[in-house]
Protein backbone atom coordinates (compact mmCIF):
# COMPACT_ATOMS: atom_id res chain seq x y z
CA UNK A 1 0.00 0.00 0.00
CA UNK A 2 1.21 3.52 -0.78
CA UNK A 3 0.58 5.97 2.41
CA UNK A 4 -0.08 9.10 1.73
CA UNK A 5 0.60 10.51 5.36
CA UNK A 6 1.04 14.35 4.46
CA UNK A 7 -2.46 14.55 2.93
CA UNK A 8 -4.38 14.30 6.44
CA UNK A 9 -6.04 17.45 6.91
CA UNK A 10 -8.77 18.39 9.18
CA UNK A 11 -11.57 20.07 6.94
CA UNK A 12 -13.62 22.08 9.37
CA UNK A 13 -16.96 23.23 7.72
CA UNK A 14 -20.26 24.50 9.12
CA UNK A 15 -23.22 22.69 9.70
CA UNK A 16 -26.32 24.38 9.31
CA UNK A 17 -26.49 26.89 6.43
CA UNK A 18 -29.49 29.01 5.74
CA UNK A 19 -29.65 31.66 2.68
CA UNK A 20 -32.48 33.47 2.08
CA UNK A 21 -35.68 35.58 2.59
CA UNK A 22 -36.55 35.83 6.67
CA UNK A 23 -34.44 33.62 7.59
CA UNK A 24 -32.99 35.67 10.46
CA UNK A 25 -36.08 34.64 12.30
CA UNK A 26 -35.05 31.06 12.40
CA UNK A 27 -32.45 32.48 14.69
CA UNK A 28 -33.80 30.43 17.84
CA UNK A 29 -34.71 27.52 15.88
CA UNK A 30 -31.16 27.16 14.93
CA UNK A 31 -29.77 27.18 18.15
CA UNK A 32 -32.20 24.50 19.01
CA UNK A 33 -31.01 22.38 16.51
CA UNK A 34 -27.54 22.61 17.43
CA UNK A 35 -28.43 22.83 21.20
CA UNK A 36 -27.22 26.16 21.93
CA UNK A 37 -28.71 26.75 25.23
CA UNK A 38 -26.98 29.64 28.16
CA UNK A 39 -25.56 33.19 27.38
CA UNK A 40 -25.21 34.41 23.92
CA UNK A 41 -23.02 37.03 22.91
CA UNK A 42 -23.57 39.47 20.27
CA UNK A 43 -20.15 40.57 18.33
CA UNK A 44 -22.13 43.56 16.05
CA UNK A 45 -20.97 46.66 14.07
CA UNK A 46 -22.17 50.45 15.65
CA UNK A 47 -24.40 50.38 12.32
CA UNK A 48 -25.18 46.69 12.03
CA UNK A 49 -26.59 46.62 15.81
CA UNK A 50 -29.02 48.95 14.83
CA UNK A 51 -30.00 47.14 11.19
CA UNK A 52 -29.97 43.59 12.36
CA UNK A 53 -28.27 42.94 16.01
CA UNK A 54 -31.15 44.43 17.91
CA UNK A 55 -33.70 42.00 16.35
CA UNK A 56 -31.49 39.42 16.82
CA UNK A 57 -31.30 39.65 20.10
CA UNK A 58 -35.23 40.17 20.60
CA UNK A 59 -35.51 36.69 18.35
CA UNK A 60 -32.96 35.38 20.80
CA UNK A 61 -34.42 36.42 23.84
CA UNK A 62 -38.16 35.14 22.60
CA UNK A 63 -36.37 31.74 22.42
CA UNK A 64 -35.23 31.50 26.11
CA UNK A 65 -31.64 32.59 25.08
CA UNK A 66 -30.24 35.65 27.23
CA UNK A 67 -28.21 37.57 24.86
CA UNK A 68 -25.55 40.52 25.40
CA UNK A 69 -24.09 42.45 22.39
CA UNK A 70 -20.23 44.15 22.61
CA UNK A 71 -19.63 46.34 19.31
CA UNK A 72 -16.10 45.94 17.25
CA UNK A 73 -14.40 48.88 15.86
CA UNK A 74 -11.65 47.06 14.16
CA UNK A 75 -10.32 43.97 13.23
CA UNK A 76 -7.23 44.05 15.86
CA UNK A 77 -5.74 41.79 18.29
CA UNK A 78 -6.92 44.10 21.16
CA UNK A 79 -9.94 43.77 19.97
CA UNK A 80 -10.14 40.13 19.89
CA UNK A 81 -9.27 40.48 23.75
CA UNK A 82 -11.48 42.65 24.38
CA UNK A 83 -14.97 40.40 22.66
CA UNK A 84 -13.09 37.61 24.67
CA UNK A 85 -13.07 39.41 27.89
CA UNK A 86 -17.16 40.38 27.35
CA UNK A 87 -17.60 36.81 26.46
CA UNK A 88 -16.21 35.94 29.98
CA UNK A 89 -17.78 38.84 31.61
CA UNK A 90 -21.52 37.40 30.54
CA UNK A 91 -20.28 33.85 30.92
CA UNK A 92 -21.34 33.21 27.30
CA UNK A 93 -21.83 29.95 26.02
CA UNK A 94 -21.76 30.53 22.47
CA UNK A 95 -21.14 34.03 20.20
CA UNK A 96 -22.70 35.21 17.11
CA UNK A 97 -20.93 37.65 14.96
CA UNK A 98 -23.74 39.74 13.50
CA UNK A 99 -22.45 42.28 11.14
CA UNK A 100 -19.38 42.86 8.68
CA UNK A 101 -15.87 41.27 7.76
CA UNK A 102 -15.15 42.97 11.04
CA UNK A 103 -17.39 41.76 13.43
CA UNK A 104 -17.40 38.24 11.70
CA UNK A 105 -13.81 37.97 11.96
CA UNK A 106 -14.10 39.13 15.73
CA UNK A 107 -16.47 36.49 16.35
CA UNK A 108 -14.35 33.86 14.72
CA UNK A 109 -11.45 34.15 16.52
CA UNK A 110 -12.29 35.17 20.30
CA UNK A 111 -15.06 32.12 19.90
CA UNK A 112 -11.82 29.68 18.37
CA UNK A 113 -9.58 30.69 21.41
CA UNK A 114 -12.84 30.46 24.21
CA UNK A 115 -13.06 27.23 22.98
CA UNK A 116 -17.27 27.86 22.32
CA UNK A 117 -19.15 27.59 18.97
CA UNK A 118 -19.91 30.70 17.04
CA UNK A 119 -22.86 31.35 14.02
CA UNK A 120 -22.28 33.62 11.51
CA UNK A 121 -25.11 36.82 10.81
CA UNK A 122 -23.50 38.74 7.59
CA UNK A 123 -25.44 41.58 7.05
CA UNK A 124 -23.96 42.04 3.82
CA UNK A 125 -22.26 39.94 1.15
CA UNK A 126 -19.43 42.31 0.71
CA UNK A 127 -16.52 39.53 1.63
CA UNK A 128 -16.14 35.70 1.98
CA UNK A 129 -15.09 35.09 5.62
CA UNK A 130 -19.09 34.64 6.53
CA UNK A 131 -17.89 30.86 6.17
CA UNK A 132 -14.58 31.00 5.95
CA UNK A 133 -12.32 29.06 9.41
CA UNK A 134 -10.08 31.76 8.45
CA UNK A 135 -9.67 35.15 10.56
CA UNK A 136 -7.72 38.05 8.53
CA UNK A 137 -6.65 40.29 11.90
CA UNK A 138 -4.24 42.84 11.91
CA UNK A 139 -1.54 42.53 14.56
CA UNK A 140 0.86 44.73 15.79
CA UNK A 141 0.36 46.91 12.65
CA UNK A 142 0.46 43.56 10.66
CA UNK A 143 -1.68 42.23 8.32
CA UNK A 144 -2.17 38.49 9.51
CA UNK A 145 -4.65 35.71 8.33
CA UNK A 146 -4.86 33.27 11.62
CA UNK A 147 -6.79 29.58 11.79
CA UNK A 148 -9.67 29.37 13.37
CA UNK A 149 -13.26 27.88 13.46
CA UNK A 150 -15.42 27.90 10.73
CA UNK A 151 -18.85 28.67 11.96
CA UNK A 152 -21.33 26.19 13.49
CA UNK A 153 -24.12 27.98 11.38
CA UNK A 154 -24.34 30.63 8.69
CA UNK A 155 -27.45 32.82 8.83
CA UNK A 156 -27.84 34.44 5.27
CA UNK A 157 -31.20 37.12 5.13
CA UNK A 158 -31.06 37.78 1.85
CA UNK A 159 -33.69 40.53 2.45
CA UNK A 160 -31.39 41.96 5.23
CA UNK A 161 -28.27 41.64 2.65
CA UNK A 162 -30.19 43.01 -0.83
CA UNK A 163 -31.46 46.76 1.40
CA UNK A 164 -27.36 46.69 2.30
CA UNK A 165 -25.62 49.33 0.34
CA UNK A 166 -25.17 47.92 -2.98
CA UNK A 167 -21.77 49.04 -3.12
CA UNK A 168 -21.25 46.32 -0.52
CA UNK A 169 -22.59 43.75 -2.54
CA UNK A 170 -20.36 45.05 -5.22
CA UNK A 171 -17.42 45.38 -3.22
CA UNK A 172 -18.26 40.70 -1.95
CA UNK A 173 -18.04 40.57 -6.09
CA UNK A 174 -14.48 42.01 -6.16
CA UNK A 175 -13.60 39.50 -3.52
CA UNK A 176 -14.87 36.52 -5.72
CA UNK A 177 -13.20 37.89 -8.96
CA UNK A 178 -10.12 37.93 -7.06
CA UNK A 179 -9.61 34.14 -6.83
CA UNK A 180 -9.07 33.88 -10.50
CA UNK A 181 -5.65 35.70 -9.73
CA UNK A 182 -5.24 34.00 -6.38
CA UNK A 183 -5.17 30.51 -7.88
CA UNK A 184 -2.68 31.65 -10.74
CA UNK A 185 -0.54 33.12 -7.68
CA UNK A 186 -0.99 29.14 -6.09
CA UNK A 187 -0.38 27.52 -9.59
CA UNK A 188 3.06 29.23 -9.81
CA UNK A 189 4.04 28.76 -5.90
CA UNK A 190 4.02 25.64 -6.50
CA UNK A 191 5.64 25.20 -9.49
CA UNK A 192 8.31 27.50 -8.30
CA UNK A 193 8.11 26.59 -4.41
CA UNK A 194 6.79 23.29 -4.49
CA UNK A 195 4.38 24.42 -2.62
CA UNK A 196 1.47 22.10 -1.42
CA UNK A 197 -1.73 23.18 -4.36
CA UNK A 198 -5.07 21.93 -4.07
CA UNK A 199 -6.81 20.84 -7.02
CA UNK A 200 -10.33 20.54 -5.87
CA UNK A 201 -9.98 23.86 -3.50
CA UNK A 202 -8.87 25.70 -6.43
CA UNK A 203 -11.32 24.29 -8.78
CA UNK A 204 -14.21 25.64 -6.35
CA UNK A 205 -12.70 28.69 -6.59
CA UNK A 206 -12.32 29.54 -9.91
CA UNK A 207 -15.95 28.19 -10.40
CA UNK A 208 -17.34 30.98 -7.66
CA UNK A 209 -15.32 33.67 -10.01
CA UNK A 210 -16.94 32.48 -13.15
CA UNK A 211 -20.56 32.76 -11.99
CA UNK A 212 -19.64 35.95 -10.87
CA UNK A 213 -18.24 36.90 -13.80
CA UNK A 214 -20.82 35.35 -16.00
CA UNK A 215 -23.40 36.85 -14.32
CA UNK A 216 -22.33 40.22 -13.79
CA UNK A 217 -24.89 41.33 -16.20
CA UNK A 218 -27.84 40.49 -14.06
CA UNK A 219 -26.03 41.29 -10.68
CA UNK A 220 -28.35 44.48 -9.55
CA UNK A 221 -29.26 46.43 -6.61
CA UNK A 222 -32.12 45.47 -4.57
CA UNK A 223 -32.34 42.36 -6.19
CA UNK A 224 -32.81 39.23 -3.78
CA UNK A 225 -31.62 37.09 -6.38
CA UNK A 226 -28.65 39.00 -7.14
CA UNK A 227 -27.96 38.53 -2.89
CA UNK A 228 -28.26 35.23 -3.10
CA UNK A 229 -25.81 34.26 -6.24
CA UNK A 230 -23.08 36.47 -4.10
CA UNK A 231 -23.64 35.12 -1.24
CA UNK A 232 -23.75 31.46 -2.26
CA UNK A 233 -20.72 32.23 -3.58
CA UNK A 234 -18.73 33.81 -0.66
CA UNK A 235 -20.22 30.06 0.83
CA UNK A 236 -18.07 28.03 -1.60
CA UNK A 237 -15.08 30.23 -1.17
CA UNK A 238 -15.32 29.96 2.46
CA UNK A 239 -15.36 25.92 1.93
CA UNK A 240 -12.41 26.29 -0.95
CA UNK A 241 -10.54 27.83 2.20
CA UNK A 242 -11.38 25.31 4.59
CA UNK A 243 -10.61 22.50 2.13
CA UNK A 244 -7.22 23.93 1.17
CA UNK A 245 -6.33 24.55 5.19
CA UNK A 246 -5.46 28.15 4.12
CA UNK A 247 -6.84 31.20 2.53
CA UNK A 248 -4.50 30.18 -0.66
CA UNK A 249 -7.33 29.69 -3.41
CA UNK A 250 -9.07 33.20 -2.55
CA UNK A 251 -5.93 35.52 -1.46
CA UNK A 252 -3.20 36.41 -3.71
CA UNK A 253 -1.07 38.85 -4.80
CA UNK A 254 -4.09 41.47 -5.29
CA UNK A 255 -4.94 40.85 -1.95
CA UNK A 256 -1.65 41.89 -0.69
CA UNK A 257 -2.35 44.64 -2.53
CA UNK A 258 -5.26 45.20 -0.70
CA UNK A 259 -3.74 44.49 2.53
CA UNK A 260 -0.76 47.29 1.62
CA UNK A 261 -3.57 50.27 1.13
CA UNK A 262 -4.85 49.41 4.28
CA UNK A 263 -1.85 50.06 5.81
CA UNK A 264 -0.77 52.82 3.99
CA UNK A 265 -3.73 54.98 2.49
CA UNK A 266 -5.34 57.25 4.78
CA UNK A 267 -8.89 56.71 3.99
CA UNK A 268 -9.04 52.64 2.30
CA UNK A 269 -11.62 51.61 0.26
CA UNK A 270 -13.76 48.24 0.86
CA UNK A 271 -11.38 45.17 1.14
CA UNK A 272 -13.44 43.83 -2.11
CA UNK A 273 -13.17 46.87 -3.90
CA UNK A 274 -9.43 46.71 -3.17
CA UNK A 275 -8.99 43.31 -4.01
CA UNK A 276 -11.13 43.58 -7.88
CA UNK A 277 -8.55 46.38 -8.53
CA UNK A 278 -6.07 44.46 -7.26
CA UNK A 279 -7.26 41.78 -9.22
CA UNK A 280 -7.10 43.95 -12.79
CA UNK A 281 -3.43 44.75 -12.10
CA UNK A 282 -2.06 41.53 -10.86
CA UNK A 283 -4.15 39.74 -14.29
CA UNK A 284 -2.08 41.84 -16.36
CA UNK A 285 1.52 40.59 -14.67
CA UNK A 286 -0.03 37.75 -15.02
CA UNK A 287 -0.17 38.08 -19.03
CA UNK A 288 -3.60 36.65 -18.78
CA UNK A 289 -7.68 38.50 -19.70
CA UNK A 290 -7.60 41.56 -17.38
CA UNK A 291 -9.81 43.89 -19.38
CA UNK A 292 -12.49 40.91 -18.53
CA UNK A 293 -11.75 41.30 -15.09
CA UNK A 294 -12.22 45.51 -15.93
CA UNK A 295 -15.13 45.12 -17.33
CA UNK A 296 -16.95 42.20 -15.01
CA UNK A 297 -16.23 44.99 -12.28
CA UNK A 298 -17.84 47.29 -14.25
CA UNK A 299 -21.08 46.20 -15.66
CA UNK A 300 -21.49 45.38 -11.47
CA UNK A 301 -20.62 48.67 -10.57
CA UNK A 302 -17.51 48.14 -8.63
CA UNK A 303 -14.61 50.98 -8.68
CA UNK A 304 -11.57 49.65 -11.64
CA UNK A 305 -10.23 53.08 -11.28
CA UNK A 306 -7.99 54.29 -8.51
CA UNK A 307 -10.36 57.70 -8.24
CA UNK A 308 -13.22 55.52 -7.82
CA UNK A 309 -11.83 53.76 -5.04
CA UNK A 310 -11.07 57.16 -3.51
CA UNK A 311 -7.68 57.01 -3.33
CA UNK A 312 -4.90 58.95 -5.02
CA UNK A 313 -2.62 57.52 -7.47
CA UNK A 314 0.74 57.36 -5.15
CA UNK A 315 -0.67 55.40 -2.56
CA UNK A 316 -1.62 52.80 -5.33
CA UNK A 317 2.11 52.82 -6.44
CA UNK A 318 3.33 52.54 -3.32
CA UNK A 319 1.07 49.63 -2.97
CA UNK A 320 2.14 47.78 -5.44
CA UNK A 321 5.78 48.74 -4.15
CA UNK A 322 4.96 47.06 -0.67
CA UNK A 323 2.31 44.49 -1.71
CA UNK A 324 5.78 41.85 -1.75
CA UNK A 325 6.48 42.28 1.79
CA UNK A 326 3.13 42.04 3.19
CA UNK A 327 3.17 38.02 3.44
CA UNK A 328 6.39 37.02 2.38
CA UNK A 329 5.99 33.76 3.09
CA UNK A 330 3.38 33.91 0.48
CA UNK A 331 5.12 33.34 -2.97
CA UNK A 332 3.17 35.18 -5.41
CA UNK A 333 3.66 37.00 -8.87
CA UNK A 334 5.02 40.15 -7.48
CA UNK A 335 8.05 37.67 -6.38
CA UNK A 336 10.68 39.51 -4.91
CA UNK A 337 8.69 43.13 -5.70
CA UNK A 338 8.41 45.17 -8.52
CA UNK A 339 10.62 48.24 -9.27
CA UNK A 340 8.60 52.08 -8.97
CA UNK A 341 8.64 51.97 -13.24
CA UNK A 342 6.96 48.47 -13.22
CA UNK A 343 4.53 49.53 -10.48
CA UNK A 344 4.06 52.86 -12.41
CA UNK A 345 3.57 50.68 -15.68
CA UNK A 346 0.96 48.06 -14.89
CA UNK A 347 -1.24 50.78 -12.76
CA UNK A 348 -1.50 52.75 -16.31
CA UNK A 349 -1.93 50.20 -18.82
CA UNK A 350 -4.47 48.92 -16.38
CA UNK A 351 -5.83 52.34 -16.44
CA UNK A 352 -6.23 51.91 -12.69
CA UNK A 353 -4.78 55.28 -12.64
CA UNK A 354 -4.39 57.82 -15.42
N1 LIG B 1 -11.82 35.77 7.43
C1 LIG B 1 -11.82 35.80 6.12
O1 LIG B 1 -11.70 34.73 5.47
C2 LIG B 1 -11.99 37.11 5.44
C3 LIG B 1 -11.95 38.29 6.13
N2 LIG B 1 -12.13 39.49 5.51
C4 LIG B 1 -12.03 40.69 6.33
O2 LIG B 1 -13.32 41.29 6.43
C5 LIG B 1 -13.18 42.70 6.48
C6 LIG B 1 -13.90 43.34 5.33
O3 LIG B 1 -15.26 43.17 5.52
P1 LIG B 1 -16.31 44.26 4.99
O4 LIG B 1 -17.64 43.79 5.41
O5 LIG B 1 -16.05 44.50 3.56
O6 LIG B 1 -15.89 45.63 5.67
P2 LIG B 1 -16.06 46.17 7.14
O7 LIG B 1 -16.03 45.08 8.13
O8 LIG B 1 -15.10 47.25 7.26
O9 LIG B 1 -17.57 46.79 7.09
C7 LIG B 1 -17.91 47.75 6.18
C8 LIG B 1 -19.05 48.62 6.67
O10 LIG B 1 -20.29 48.11 6.23
C9 LIG B 1 -21.25 48.34 7.24
N3 LIG B 1 -22.38 47.45 7.03
C10 LIG B 1 -22.42 46.09 7.05
N4 LIG B 1 -23.66 45.65 6.79
C11 LIG B 1 -24.44 46.74 6.59
C12 LIG B 1 -25.81 46.94 6.28
N5 LIG B 1 -26.64 45.91 6.14
N6 LIG B 1 -26.26 48.21 6.16
C13 LIG B 1 -25.43 49.27 6.32
N7 LIG B 1 -24.11 49.16 6.62
C14 LIG B 1 -23.63 47.89 6.75
C15 LIG B 1 -20.47 48.09 8.49
O11 LIG B 1 -21.12 48.66 9.63
P3 LIG B 1 -20.59 48.35 11.13
O12 LIG B 1 -19.74 49.51 11.48
O13 LIG B 1 -21.83 48.27 11.93
O14 LIG B 1 -19.82 47.08 11.12
C16 LIG B 1 -19.15 48.78 8.19
O15 LIG B 1 -19.20 50.14 8.50
C17 LIG B 1 -11.70 43.00 6.43
O16 LIG B 1 -11.22 43.15 7.76
C18 LIG B 1 -11.14 41.76 5.75
O17 LIG B 1 -9.80 41.55 6.04
C19 LIG B 1 -12.40 39.56 4.18
C20 LIG B 1 -12.46 38.42 3.42
C21 LIG B 1 -12.24 37.11 3.98
O1 LIG C 1 -9.69 38.05 2.34
C1 LIG C 1 -9.48 36.86 2.35
C2 LIG C 1 -10.00 35.98 1.28
O2 LIG C 1 -10.89 36.65 0.44
C3 LIG C 1 -8.68 36.27 3.42
O3 LIG C 1 -7.46 36.48 3.05
P1 LIG C 1 -6.15 36.91 3.82
O4 LIG C 1 -5.46 35.63 4.03
O5 LIG C 1 -5.47 37.76 2.79
O6 LIG C 1 -6.45 37.65 5.07
ZN1 LIG D 1 -10.75 38.80 0.59
New binding site residues.
Given amino acids: MISDKNSAKWMQLPRDVLVGHGVLEEVGDVCNDLKLKGNALIV??????D??GKRVCNILESAGISAETV???K?TTEEVEKVMEKALEVEASFLLGV???????LA?LASTRLKLPFISV???A????IA???????DNGR?T?VQ?QSPIAVIADTE??S???FR?LA??CG?IISNYTAVLDWELASRLRNEYFGEYAAALSRMAAQVIIDCADSIKPEHETSARLVVKALVS??VA?SIAGS?RP??GSEHMFS?AL?RIAPKPA???EQCGVGTIMMMYLHGGNWQEIRDALKKIGAPVTAEELGIEDKYIIEALLQAHTIRPERYTILGSGLTPSAAEKVARITKVIS
Wanted: neutral net charge; glycine residues 12%.
Fill in positions: TGSTTRIVITYAGSGRSIDKPTASHDGSSRASIVSSAVIAAPLAGDNGMSASHDLHG
